[in-house]
């Protein structure tokens, strides 16, 4: 499938997603989220996809919604955000609860639902000079893209709550202090850093990690009771698997 708002390539089983708008912003408009839910149906089936990289070409990693279209018509704006989020949450459902981890590598600015992307992967790096902004209550709305749900499992609840509320803009020390990201890299590396821990992940028990950022998705919102029989069906599924008896025959050798 041909994308517009993206670039998609595979490499050494790593589905490299590059946001592809640089001349507006890499912008979330109706076209990113349509092209966002089929990335994240491709991702899942592709046998050569073991993990996800996200990246964006262009000055500014997301300026975040496409302000302009959503004030051509802005009698449409509900029917628009109600059209958007059906495609847009889906995506950010599958990325996950897919197998595949998602890596995240964040340059300059990273606006909005952007915020809410990074937030929702399962590693992000930055550059000394990324900065994640709310926005949100800039414009008068709440947020989605899961920025309420992936948000304060990274940060807490009152930064969650702060950062939303107060419209704040994080740098990306203060970004690694706070759990919103797992590291920061020279502009130069941040590709090549990212990819690098992309390609570990794909080489990886995959399935392994999608039962394990499945579980880890559900762990606050569960009983202890629900959420420990959640680990030992999970735990009997591995069991079944060749690759989980061979990994600990070569334990047992060494």
Not at 84 to 102: G, S, W, Y
Not at 108 to 132: E, I, S
Not at 219 to 232: C, K, N, P, R
Request: glycine share 6%; with cysteine; charged share 25%.
């Amino acid at each position: 499938m041909s994308y517009q708002a993206f670039e998609f390539t595979v490499q050494d089983n790593v589905g490299h997603i590059r946001l592809n708008a640089p001349d507006r912003g890499n912008p979330f408009d109706q076209a990113f989220c349509e092209e966002f839910n089929a990335l994240s149906v491709e991702c899942s089936e592709r046998d050569d996809v073991r993990a996800v990289l996200i990246d964006a070409a262009g000055p500014n990693f997301s300026v975040g919604g496409d302000l302009k279209t959503f004030l051509d018509q802005p009698e449409l704006l509900p029917s628009k955000f109600k059209h958007m989020t059906a495609n847009l949450h889906m995506a950010v459902a599958r990325f996950a609860k897919n197998d595949e981890p998602v890596v995240l590598a964040a340059h300059n600015l990273v606006v909005g639902g952007a915020v809410a992307l990074a937030a929702g992967a399962d590693f992000v790096y930055a550059t000394p000079k990324t900065k994640f902004y709310a926005a949100f209550a800039a414009i008068s709305v709440c947020g989605d893209t899961g920025v309420s749900f992936f948000l304060p499992r990274r940060v807490g609840s009152r930064k969650a709550a702060e950062f939303l509320m107060f419209n704040e803009m994080w740098s990306a020390d203060q970004a690694l202090e706070n759990g919103l990201i797992n590291g920061i890299v020279e502009s130069d590396d941040l590709l090549t850093h990212s990819m690098e821990v992309a390609k570990k992940l794909a080489g990886g028990p995959t399935e392994v990690f999608g039962r394990m950022r499945r579980m880890l998705l559900a762990s606050s919102g569960q009983t202890i009771e629900t959420h420990l029989e959640m680990e030992a069906q999970y735990m009997v599924e591995c069991a079944r698997s060749e690759e989980a008896i061979e990994a600990m025959s070569k334990l047992v050798k060494k």
